[in-house]
């Protein structure tokens, strides 16, 4: 009886050593989600088209906060990182989307078009390349909030929603494909 026990327990063995070296690269968690030769990213200003000040500030600084907390990635402060996450903000535009008998504004949208590129240092974009017909390095976000001024919403708490999900947005492209 201890043969044929001592039998399995060797076959158990020798199944658990051939299939062990597959799973040495299996990642789980949010690990997964991400490139795994990248730990460092570099996030230079991000540059503004919009007449409004600091909105470059605004959002380099929200992209920054979201790596930190949603990537296994780390910022770091200078451009010889494993990564470069630079983006320009193209525009900002209001929109009216309801308004009174009186022709006041009952609600605007607040969007924000910003262009993205995430390469390596060996500056290969990261990202998904999209369908659309535009520059293979470039991905445009663009990312709206509405502002509802009668209940007393000001302007800059639209801007800064808008703000936050746009950099949401542009760190949801750092994932990898599936």
């Not at 658990?16 to 490139?35: D, K, V």
Request: with cysteine.
């Amino acid at each position: 009886m201890t043969r044929p026990s001592a039998a399995r327990l060797l076959a158990l063995l020798a199944c658990a050593g051939l299939t062990a070296p597959g799973c040495a690269a299996y990642r789980f968690g949010n690990e997964t989600l991400y490139a795994p030769d990248v730990t460092t990213v570099y996030v230079p200003m991000i540059e503004s088209d919009s007449f409004r000040r600091d909105m470059g500030e605004r959002l380099t600084e929200a992209v920054i906060k979201e790596i930190e907390l949603k990537t296994p990635y780390k910022v770091v402060g200078t451009p010889d990182a494993d990564s470069i996450l630079s983006a320009r903000l193209m525009g900002e535009r209001k929109l009216l989307e309801f308004e009174n008998q009186n022709d006041d504004p009952r609600a605007l949208k607040y969007a924000l078009t910003a262009q993205v590129t995430w390469l390596n240092r060996r500056r290969q974009p990261l990202a998904p390349m999209n369908s659309i017909p535009l520059p293979a390095d470039f991905i445009p976000i663009t990312q709206t909030a509405t502002m509802l001024p009668e209940p007393g919403q000001s302007d800059a708490s639209a801007q800064q929603q808008a703000i936050q999900r746009l950099a949401e947005q542009i760190v949801a492209t750092m994932e990898e494909p599936w």
